[in-house]
């Protein structure tokens, strides 16, 4: 073994020069990289915030951790400047220089950082302090690197996911909470609820930012969960509070227009009610349910907006006038279901006589009007159609008879012909 405590023979001037070459470049590399995590913007601000937590435990072992790797590069930086200087000082090196230039550059040359080895390791004659070579130095500083980056890289995407978006929610929510007390002045519960977990989720956001990171490595990934569904809760209560002021700036606009809606209704009732009793009158058995009249009922609600206006309680306004909006639209369809139940059996009527009339002309046109038979037929349907009330089931019973009767001549009549 040799001097410098690696077995490998000494190198060449050559092989010297060659590895010196390489090592300055990876220092510069390291030294570059460094930096560029100190100036990291994940790195200023871990720096300048209040921490707690997962990312305040993590982020103080990365600082020693970051600390111990500057001490290693330090000392790995003065063994490669002792190295340059030895070498720079011999124009050609003797066998015992290259020897030692050797153990430098490839033996346990580094001192590592608070390297003391403890007590009960130790031999009689050991070494008292660690010791690796420049290569198992670039290798322990790698390592540290990149866990230490990971924590930065970590904490300044979960920032970038988060705390602009938290800043437009809170913003939204202190405009939603300006709204809200100029319309009534009254606290308004789900808004406090959104406003109280966004004051909690705030301050794990801008303190401990790890603790929504989820996976590790390249899978790391903030979880915006939490402040998706608070800014989604947030725009309903705000599309609420939107509607509430739609309300109170254009109450009386409001006010009309489910006025006339709730006429309209009351129309509907009215030609309704006259086709259920012109066809409870004309048709037998009509088997129609009894009369839906909603106006009288929606009328009260109407009445009773006037009283939310008066008293200034917009929000409320807001919902009931929402909800007497769909329950006038629902009365209307129900009220024109049953006129035109009503009015489909008297059109039921009108169309089975247009098709009477329509196959007595075609029994004309065949020659076929003086027959008894169809005479007769056509008599009993003409019966049943004309006579009040309409028994509509016998009445398409006899036409069907009829038609069928007309069509049997006509197909003899072809026959013989």
């Given amino acids: 073994m040799n001097e410098s405590g690696t077995g490998a023979a000494p190198m060449s001037r050559e ?8 090592l300055r470049a990876d220092a510069e590399r390291i030294s570059s990289a460094l930096l560029d ?16 937590g997962e990312t305040w435990r993590r982020w103080d072992e990365t600082q020693r951790k970051v600390a111990t790797l500057w001490k290693l590069f330090d000392a790995y930086s003065r063994v490669l400047d002792q190295a340059t200087a030895l070498r720079a000082g011999s124009g050609r090196p003797d066998a015992d220089t290259l020897m030692i230039l050797t153990g430098m550059l490839t033996g346990t040359s580094v001192d590592l950082p608070d390297g003391e080895v403890p007590l009960d390791q130790r031999t009689l004659l050991g070494p008292d302090r660690r010791r690796v070579s420049l290569d198992e130095a670039v290798q322990l500083m790698s390592d540290a690197y990149e866990e230490s980056a990971a924590v930065v890289v970590a904490a300044d995407n979960a920032w970038s996911a988060l705390l602009l978006p938290l800043d437009d929610v809170e913003d939204g929510w202190r405009d939603a909470a300006r709204v809200a007390h100029e319309l009534d002045g009254v606290r308004h519960p789900e808004l406090d609820r959104i406003g109280r977990e966004l004051t909690a989720l705030g301050r794990i956001v801008r303190t401990d930012p790890l603790s929504l990171v989820t996976g590790s490595g390249s899978e790391a990934k903030p979880d915006t ?5 608070l800014r989604e809760a947030l725009e309903k209560v705000r599309a609420e509070l939107a509607e509430a002021a739609a309300a109170r700036d254009g109450h009386t606009a409001l006010v009309d227009r489910l006025t006339a809606a709730i006429d309209g209704v009351a129309e509907a009732e009215r030609a309704a009610r006259a086709s259920r009793e012109t066809a409870m009158v004309k048709i037998d058995s009509p088997g129609l349910p009894d009369p839906v009249e909603p106006s009288a009922g929606l009328r009260d609600r109407l009445a009773a907006l006037a009283t939310l206006c008066a008293e200034g309680r917009w929000r409320e306004l807001a919902v009931r006038a929402a909800e007497l909006d769909r329950a006038v639209a629902t009365a209307l369809d129900r ?10 059996l008297l059109d039921r009527r009108s169309e089975l006589r247009g098709r009477l009339q329509a196959y ?14 169809l005479s007769e037929l056509h008599d009993r349907a003409r019966d049943l159609l004309w006579t009040a009330p309409c028994d509509l089931r016998a009445s398409t019973a006899a036409v069907a008879e009829y038609q069928r009767a007309i069509r049997a001549c006509e197909t003899e009549t072809g026959t013989r012909g």
Wanted: proline share 0%; glycine share 12%.
């Fill in 15 to 22: 092989g010297v020069d060659h590895a010196l070459t390489q």
């Fill in 335 to 344: 009220v024109r279901d049953d006129h035109a139940l009503s009015s489909g």
């Fill in 37 to 52: 995590l100190d100036a990291h913007a994940g790195s200023r601000l871990l720096k300048g915030a209040r921490l707690t």
């Fill in 225 to 229: 969960s939490r402040l998706d569904a």
């Fill in 360 to 373: 007595q002309a075609k029994a004309g046109r065949l020659g076929l009007a003086e027959d008894a038979v």
